[in-house]
């Protein structure tokens, strides 16, 4: 059993974590100390990132609103316009739309395979159906 939470958990955020890592250090310039405070990950965790030795799936970045959420995220981080508390809740924003686009929900059907499957919808699309 392996519920869509868990291709979230490690998948999804990583990749999230990974891609707003690059985002400020390669298009912010932002030092690799900096970018763990703002993010809440340790430095070394960072470094793994822009390594490629964290997050390396390139199937959930290619869902629709990654990377737009990604850059919005990293640009507001890098001109000080977000919180901690704010980050967290734009991180678990995204998140949550990613996963309810039918995109995630086909590579969890694929992951478990499961026909039909509608675990991942968002629970307004199942009243309608239903």
Known sequence: MKPPCELAVKELLPSLRAAIVKELSEKYHMKQIDIAEAVGITQAS???YL????????RITLIEGFDEGVKTI???????????????????E???????????CQIHQDMVML????????????????
């Open 74 to 92: 990293a640009e507001k981080i890098a001109l000080n316009r977000m919180s901690k508390t704010a980050v967290l809740h734009a991180v678990c």
């Open 51 to 58: 390594h490629v030795e964290r997050a390396k799936e390139d």
């Open 115 to 130: 026909e039909g499957c509608d675990i991942c919808k968002p629970a307004q699309c199942k009243e309608e159906r239903g």
């Open 46 to 48: 960072v470094s793994q």
């Open 94 to 104: 995204l998140c949550t739309r990613i996963r309810e686009s039918e995109a995630f």
